[in-house]
């Protein structure tokens, strides 16, 4: 193979891979952090808005999720994430969940510590 092949063979592949990858689907992760607090919820939403490019990052309002020691609705919480899969989801979307059980079932990270 010579040079000339050997440079057409490599940019008809550059070419496919770059194809590839701008026409995937950008990804959606939904986020339910622990609690309000700025180490489990402004900063994981912080970092990702610097890498957006790849993914969507969904997390519920600051009012639904818990604050100090007033637990959050586990109701309201589970409904917001059944609307987001519905809306934001789809066979041709990838989705990701990343949810903080303490928050989905006891409404926060203190009240599973005292209930």
């Keep these: 193979m010579n040079r000339l092949q050997l440079i057409l063979l490599l940019l008809t592949i550059t070419t496919q891979y770059f194809t590839i990858v701008t026409s995937a689907p950008q990804a959606t992760i939904i986020f339910i952090p622990?609690?309000?607090?700025?180490?489990?919820?402004?900063?994981v939403i912080n970092l990702a808005r610097?890498?957006?490019?790849?993914?969507?990052?969904?997390?519920?309002?600051?009012?639904?999720?818990?604050?100090?020691?007033?637990?959050?609705?586990?109701?309201?919480?589970?409904q917001w994430i059944h609307d987001q899969i519905t809306t934001s989801c789809s066979m041709s979307t990838p989705c990701s969940l990343l949810i903080s059980t303490e928050q989905l079932i006891y409404g926060g990270l203190i009240n599973s510590r005292i209930s």
């Excluded at 622990?34 to 900063?43: A, C, G, K, M, N």
């Excluded at 610097?50 to 309002?61: G, H, K, Q």
């Design 34 to 43: 622990l609690d309000e607090r700025f180490t489990t919820r402004s900063i």
């Design 50 to 78: 610097l890498i957006r490019d790849d993914f969507t990052i969904l997390t519920p309002p600051i009012e639904l999720i818990s604050h100090w020691k007033q637990p959050a609705n586990t109701n309201v919480i589970f």
